[in-house]
């Protein structure tokens, strides 16, 4: 297992190159956007993420990482394409597919294949067996294949890529202990083998999980307003049971993960998934209560104007996939709300975009969307200066409320009754 080829090089192919390239193995990224291989080969990136610049410079001056738009030979093919939902809500598999079939004519008896992209539970055995099986070679007895899903949190992908307990399913034993040989020269974590349809479910459980608690916490969040208490007090509380974990209300679910992949269960399981699709529905509905609540703020003003402090769909990363501060800019902007956002870490957005003193001039509601550390740091007298209307809306519940009341702000918090 000397030459690895990494498909796919995002948010997690070019970490996982560049950590397979720095551990010694001669690697080669492929990318179908040549921006993004002569971005690579010059030691450049193209996505914000800590630390990866560090490490792709480190990967390409060594000699160990070359970036092309097609895949070669190599011992391994690490799949790491995108699996995002069609607009009807099913998994769009079209990315995974087109890779298997490239590497169709590379493949040589031995070759090992890991899927990294999340997918519905029987994708490696239903789509890219019979894919891989157009080379002439038989999966299990020629060549090995691997599903080994990603669970890294955008913002700590270098440590967690690393440091996370990984999970292996194999077509059989011998694939996926194969697998566990490659991973094991870099990941700290344990590193549990099963099959490919447990590991392919393993995933997307771990993201409905993480939605469905998400959506009980919106949907209390909401009662919360109704009752007149806090959420955040009666979740802090809730969670010193010692078998209680309440998640976090906010004004909508998005990124890449959790916002999509409970959908792939749906998709396949349709008349079995009640409790996965109300959930997300739950969290879909978040943004529109978001924007009826701002627009009840700006009610009486003429040409009202709102600045929306963040874009990204959480702190201190420049993920937009999906973020829900989008779905609430637009709806605003529907209603006829003049909308400026600021977001420190992303650099060209789909909506009207200023620095952040120009964002809050003569602004009558500030907006906070995404839970940015940098917002801390927001000053309440220096944007009560700016404003036109001192009104702050807080959908993350991070700012000290009682100074921007102090600052003679009227504050509004989601799941603040
Ligand atoms: N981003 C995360 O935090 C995260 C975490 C866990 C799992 N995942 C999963 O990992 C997979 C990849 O996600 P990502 O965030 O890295 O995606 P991404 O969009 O950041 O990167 C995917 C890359 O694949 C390239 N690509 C698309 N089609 C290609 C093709 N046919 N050949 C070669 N390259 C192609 C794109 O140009 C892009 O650079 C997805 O299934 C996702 O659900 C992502």
């Known amino acids: 297992m000397k030459r690895i080829c990494v498909i796919g090089l995002g948010y997690i192919g070019l970490p996982t190159a560049s950590v397979l390239a720095t551990s010694g193995f001669d690697v080669l990224g492929v990318d179908i956007d040549p921006e993004v291989v002569a971005t690579v080969n010059e030691g450049g990136i193209h996505i914000e993420e800590p630390g990866l610049a560090t490490v792709v410079r480190a990967a390409i001056q060594s000699g160990k990482l070359h970036a092309a738009t097609t895949p070669a030979p190599c011992d391994v093919y690490i799949l790491a394409v995108p699996t995002p939902l069609t607009p009807d809500k099913k998994a769009d598999m079209s990315y995974v597919q087109a890779t298997a079939e490239v590497i169709v004519p590379c493949l040589k008896p031995g070759s090992l294949v890991i899927l990294e992209s999340t997918s519905p539970p029987g994708t490696c055995r239903e789509l890219l067996v019979p894919i891989l099986e157009r080379s002439g070679l038989k999966v299990g007895a020629d060549i090995y294949l691997a599903h080994c899903p990603e669970r890294v949190l955008p913002g700590r992908i270098l440590r967690e890529l690393i440091s996370n307990d990984r ?133 009486g003003i003429a040409q009202p104007k709102v600045a929306a402090l963040g874009l990204a769909f959480k702190g201190n990363i420049d993920d937009m996939r999906e973020s829900p501060a989008l779905a609430i800019i637009r709806l605003l902007m529907e209603a006829g709300v003049g909308v400026l956002a600021h977001d420190p870490f992303v650099k060209e957005a789909p909506v009207p975009q200023a620095e952040l003193e120009e964002c809050l001039a003569a602004a009558d509601c500030l907006l906070l969307l995404t839970d940015h550390d940098t917002y801390h740091e927001l000053e309440a007298s220096v944007a009560a200066g700016l404003m036109r209307h001192t009104t702050l809306y807080d959908t993350r519940n991070m700012l000290d409320h009682q100074a921007w009341r102090d600052a003679g702000f009227s504050v509004s918090v989601l799941g603040v009754g």
């Open 167 to 299: 999970v292996v399913g194999g077509f059989d034993s011998a694939s996926a202990e194969k697998a566990r040989d490659l991973y094991a020269t870099f990941v700290e974590g344990d590193i549990l083998l099963t099959d490919l349809t447990t590991a392919e479910l393993v995933k997307v459980l771990e993201n409905t999980y993480r939605d469905v608690n998400i959506a009980l916490a919106n949907e209390t969040a909401l009662l919360c307003e109704e009752l007149g208490v806090s959420f955040k007090e009666a979740a802090t509380l809730a969670n010193r049971h010692p078998r209680v974990n309440v998640h976090t209300a906010g004004p909508g679910v998005g990124g890449h993960c959790i916002s999509v992949d409970p959908w792939f269960l749906v998709d396949r399981f349709p008349e079995q998934t009640d409790l996965i699709r109300l959930a997300r529905n739950r969290n879909d509905q978040m943004p529109e209560h978001v924007v009826a609540t701002t627009l009840h703020l700006l009610e």
